[in-house]
């Protein structure tokens, strides 16, 4: 049976638009060895997707950051005819979550919270699937990748003196050691 959280997130619009605006990842008819969607590759996903496997359950691919670790989960429905039964499985990297025996409540919010690009803390409700998780935050992967892009322009406009950043400092620095030298 539902519970009252769960009813209440399928009836709350955010979460429903932003669901429904997720790319589509089409796996055919792929299935993992134990009928667990746990074989989509890394570089399958770009952040997230959702989906239907060929048994008609719904799933959710979600990549996100945690320790400077990029982290891949798929949650499925365990069976099609279940809207409340979910699981966690993957290979691609280290879990975040345990999700033996089903999801809980607290799980299913983390899900929901992590759909809507959220900074997440791990709590040991969540039963994470590291112990170092706990008290960490969770980020989206989009957000991991936009701060590498801009740790990547930084360096470039800091150290090529083709812009106006590094002629500038470079321009300071010689001043400096000039004035100290006199």
Same mark, same amino acid.
């Given at each position: 049976? *539902?519970?009252? =959280?769960?009813? $209440?997130? =399928?009836?709350? !619009? !955010?979460?429903?638009?932003k669901y429904k605006s997720l790319p589509n990842l089409n796996i055919g008819k792929?299935?993992?060895?134990?009928?667990?969607?746990?074989?989509? *590759?890394? %570089?399958?996903? %770009?952040?997230?997707?959702? &989906?239907? !496997?060929?048994f008609g359950r719904r799933f959710i691919v979600?990549?996100?950051?945690?320790?400077?670790?990029?982290?891949? /989960?798929?949650?499925?429905?365990?069976? $099609?005819?279940?809207?409340?039964? @979910?699981? &966690?499985? &993957?290979?691609a990297t280290e879990l975040l979550v345990d999700t033996s025996g089903g999801m809980n409540d607290t799980q299913f919010k983390l899900l929901v919270d992590l759909i809507m690009e959220k900074n997440i803390i791990i #709590?040991?409700?969540?039963? *994470?699937a590291s112990q170092l998780y706990i008290?960490?935050?969770?980020?989206?992967?989009?957000?991991? =990748?936009?701060? #590498?892009?801009? #740790? /990547?322009? @930084?360096?470039?406009?800091?150290w090529n003196p083709t812009y106006t950043m590094c002629q500038t400092i470079q321009h300071k620095n010689y001043t400096d050691i000039i004035n100290t030298a006199s």
């Open positions: 049976m *539902p519970s009252r =959280l769960y009813d $209440s997130i =399928l009836t709350n !619009d !955010d979460i429903i638009f792929r299935n993992g060895m134990t009928d667990y969607i746990d074989f989509i *590759p890394f %570089d399958e996903v %770009d952040t997230m997707a959702k &989906g239907t !496997d060929c979600i990549k996100c950051v945690i320790d400077n670790r990029p982290i891949m /989960q798929t949650f499925f429905q365990r069976y $099609s005819n279940s809207n409340s039964h @979910w699981m &966690g499985c &993957g290979h #709590k040991e409700e969540h039963s *994470p008290n960490k935050t969770v980020f989206p992967y989009r957000q991991y =990748l936009a701060a #590498k892009i801009i #740790k /990547q322009q @930084w360096r470039m406009c800091r």
